[in-house]
């Protein structure tokens, strides 16, 4: 079965324009032309349609959007990454909400929550082990990778933790500011990242971090961690991760 670009707007919500612009991008090209210049779609170009809703949904630019589609030819692989993205923002929103009650009810007690709370570390070395216990058991199940049981001191976590914290968020705050891969600003904070992971013995070499974030973008749980923190992070951090190391 065949519609018009009049049947598929009524079908899917989205305005004749605004199918119309997304054919002269090349985001979703009508399946057939008849000889009268007539766009008709069929079932794939229904199904493409819908991945191009689902990624702007979760907020993704037009020109991303036709970059991941072009890269992920298999539609499984498309739609579960799109449910994980999908369930990554679900749970960043459910995290805001109950940090938003936590402040209200703060403010109806009179008290003020301290910064310092937001950012406080482990207490022990036992508490860091329960926590990096899922990633450690996923890594071997799924790697066969068994990371040692022997942890630094909990106050050097805490600091690696902090200073991962901290560049995690100023990624994502560029991100949603709208900074290119090449700003100044995205290579000082990428410099200074490295800088201090060298400082405190980790492998952090430009290339490094960039097959390091490119791992993070094509293993689930990582991708879901990133993602959860700001749509789009992990695709971001490679890109410009693997720019800075490209010019360093």
């Given at each position: ?10 079908l899917?919500?989205?305005?004749i ?11 979703l090209?009508?399946g ?5 210049g007539?766009?008709y ?7 493409r349609?819908?991945?191009i809703?689902?990624?702007k949904t979760l907020?993704?630019p037009?020109?991303?959007?036709k970059?991941?589609?072009a890269?992920?030819r298999d539609?499984d ?6 449910r ?5 923002r ?9 940090t ?10 009179g ?5 310092s709370?937001m950012?406080?570390?482990?207490g ?5 082990k329960?926590a ?8 071997k ?11 630094p001191?909990?106050a050097?976590?805490?600091e ?11 990624m ?9 891969h090449r700003?100044p600003?995205?290579?000082?904070l990428?410099?200074g ?5 060298q400082?405190h ?6 290339d ?11 293993d689930?749980?990582?991708?879901q961690?990133l993602?959860?923190?700001q749509?789009?992070l992990?695709?971001?951090l490679?890109a410009c991760?693997a720019?800075y190391?490209?010019?360093?």
């Amino acid at each position: 079965m065949r519609y018009s670009v009049k049947e598929l707007s009524a079908l899917s919500g989205v305005t004749i324009k605004t199918l119309h612009h997304y054919h002269k991008l090349g985001l979703l090209p009508p399946g057939e032309i008849s000889e009268a210049g007539y766009r008709y779609y069929g079932m794939k170009e229904l199904e493409r349609l819908q991945r191009i809703l689902f990624y702007k949904t979760l907020d993704f630019p037009l020109a991303q959007i036709k970059e991941l589609l072009a890269e992920e030819r298999d539609s499984d692989t498309v739609l579960r990454r799109q449910r994980m993205l999908l369930l990554g923002r679900k749970q960043r929103l459910e995290t805001v909400i109950r940090t938003l009650s936590n402040t209200l009810e703060s403010t109806r007690r009179g008290e003020v929550m301290q910064v310092s709370d937001m950012f406080e570390g482990f207490g022990s070395e036992a508490e860091w082990k329960a926590a990096l216990a899922e990633q450690r058991d996923y890594l071997k199940a799924n790697y066969g990778v068994e990371l040692t049981e022997s942890l630094p001191e909990p106050a050097a976590l805490n600091e690696q933790a902090q200073e991962a914290a901290r560049f995690m968020s100023e990624m994502a705050e560029l991100l949603r500011s709208g900074a290119k891969h090449r700003d100044p600003r995205v290579r000082e904070l990428i410099g200074g990242h490295l800088a201090f992971m060298q400082a405190h013995g980790h492998a952090a070499a430009p290339d490094e971090f960039a097959a390091q974030t490119r791992f993070f973008l094509e293993d689930e749980f990582h991708l879901q961690m990133l993602e959860s923190q700001q749509t789009g992070l992990a695709y971001y951090l490679h890109a410009c991760a693997a720019s800075y190391a490209a010019g360093s």
